[in-house]
């Protein structure tokens, strides 16, 4: 069984920080990109941070580019978000994706609410 299991989330201070884990289990083939995605309410889902689970190689959006870091954890298939100096925009819920095998299937977390409020 296919589980992607977002922890982290919570209610944090405009400049405050907080940490976003995520680990995949239950995937047979070679996950290759893992990533964070987040929904604000009122706007479609879009794309945070991804990496590269083989050479953890980075990629992130502009608008939070050297505020946050996307990491690989010691334990498999796992990831980490570090999110430093949150605006109230960063309000959304965030979700972890997965992409693995030739098919390049993609699998998803249920998602953690982060609230950026004071």
């Known amino acids: 069984q296919v589980q992607v299991v977002e922890s982290g989330g919570g209610l944090v201070q405009p400049g405050g920080s907080l940490r976003l884990s995520c680990a995949a289990s239950?995937?047979?083939?070679?996950?290759?990109?893992m990533a964070w995605y987040r929904r604000v309410p009122g706007k479609r889902r879009e794309m945070v941070a991804n990496i590269d689970m083989e050479d953890g190689n980075p990629n992130y959006a502009e608008f939070v580019k050297s505020r946050f870091i996307i990491s690989k954890e010691n334990a498999r298939n796992s990831i980490s978000l570090q999110m430093d100096n949150l605006k109230s925009e960063g309000t959304a819920v965030y979700y972890c994706?997965?992409?693995?095998?030739?098919?390049?299937?993609?699998?998803w977390g249920q998602g953690t609410q982060v609230t950026v409020s004071s």
């Open positions: 994706n997965t992409v693995s095998g030739a098919s390049l299937r993609m699998d």
């Open positions: 239950g995937i047979m083939e070679p996950i290759y990109v």
